[in-house]
């Protein structure tokens, strides 16, 4: 990895839902890149922007300024058509806009102390949750349309999360997953799965939504750190790794659907000795947690995301050989990074940085 500077150049960074768009925000814009090419798509340099929030491939963009000009405000939320270059609606409220989150169906925002579900065609308001002071606007959202929830601190003194239907409008549970206030949590693309991270960052729990049981406990390490993000693979059933990106600047893989597969499950009587869902330890098997050292300097913010898995299989016996992925990741320093990853059958990681480009230098013209 190169050695750059660590003082932060981004503003906002988030991956569109299938993570084949990513969208950044600056002092100076917002800017749109192909996931897959690195290519600049759209760029809009009118200020600086602390919320950039896509809806899938469509040139719907959710923005929001930092406040440095009028016209930007923080409690204004902005629905932009990229292609027209026309703001569609505004919505406007009281106090800052901390997160936005989108479906097909659902508009999501989060303030301070209330969560607004919004029918995002008509922007008709379907529900208003009041919340416990969530002043980093920590939230997670699933885009599955058939279990779409909405999770949101249950509280500021310990990790609990409150899960809530957003199509039905209506509380689903509340999973108490950690001692700790959390800091980190995703839900999985198919809305099965919640991966929760507590501020002291030492353990990462996945519980299954619906009926909140726990499903998987991680040891990331021993010593306190903070998780900047949480990211399932793109698995429609159960999610195949869990990448996490830490203060500490390493990035920690857990191989959920490998751990899983009957050919590995016969060799670790220690972690579950059957297949996944069924009886969890309190901590998982050491040898489903990789870690890529150093990956991203030591207290960058990052944003790791997982956006391609293979399981190499022997056709003959249906043996598992390796699980292949590719692992995207944004630094908030201004660097877009993409690995090669591969867990072979001796469950050994290798890893490899196969793009690195600048996000804040790249041109229209050309792809990176």
């Known amino acids: 990895m190169a050695n750059h500077s660590s003082s932060p150049s981004l503003l906002c960074a988030s991956f569109n839902q299938d993570h084949s768009y990513f969208a950044v925000g600056t002092r100076d814009g917002v800017r749109i890149f192909d996931t897959n090419t690195g290519r600049l798509c759209y760029e809009r340099a009118v200020g600086a922007f602390v919320i950039a929030e896509m809806l899938f491939s469509s040139s719907l963009l959710a923005i929001v300024g930092a406040g440095d000009q009028p016209s930007l405000s923080p409690r204004r939320l902005c629905l932009f058509n990229t292609t027209t270059g026309a703001a569609l609606r505004e919505l406007n409220f009281l106090t800052s806009i901390l997160a936005v989150r989108m479906n097909r169906q659902r508009l999501i925002v989060i303030l301070q102390d209330k969560a607004y579900v919004y029918e995002i065609n008509s922007l008709t308001i379907l529900d208003t949750i009041d919340t416990v002071p969530n002043i980093k606007g920590l939230c997670a959202f699933s885009p599955c349309l058939d279990a779409c929830y909405l999770a949101l601190p249950a509280s500021t003194t310990k990790g609990s999360a409150l899960l809530y239907n957003v199509m039905d409008c209506h509380l689903h549970c509340e999973i108490e997953a950690h001692r700790s206030p959390l800091a980190a949590m995703v839900l999985s693309s198919n809305g099965m799965y919640i991966a929760t991270a507590s501020e002291q960052g030492t353990i990462i729990r996945v519980h299954l939504v619906s009926d909140a049981t726990k499903s998987y406990s991680f040891r990331r390490g021993t010593y306190p750190s903070t998780i900047f993000s949480l990211s399932f693979g793109p698995s429609k059933q159960l999610p195949d790794i869990l990448a996490a990106s830490s203060s500490s600047g390493s990035i920690h893989l857990f191989t959920l659907g490998f751990a899983s597969h009957p050919s590995r499950s016969k060799r670790s009587s220690g972690f579950l000795g059957s297949i996944i869902p ?91």
């Open 278 to 368: 069924g009886a969890v330890n309190d901590v998982l098997d050491p040898a489903y947690h990789h870690v890529l050292h150093n990956a991203v300097s030591a207290g960058v913010k990052s944003h790791a995301i997982i956006r391609k898995v293979e399981n190499v299989t022997n056709s003959s016996s249906s043996e598992l050989l390796a699980c292949r992925a590719i692992m995207s990741v944004i630094t908030y320093n201004g660097y877009f990074q993409e690995y090669n990853l591969s867990i072979d059958a001796q469950n050994e990681l290798s890893w490899s940085l196969v793009r690195e480009f600048n996000l804040l230098t790249a041109t229209m013209d050309k792809a990176s």
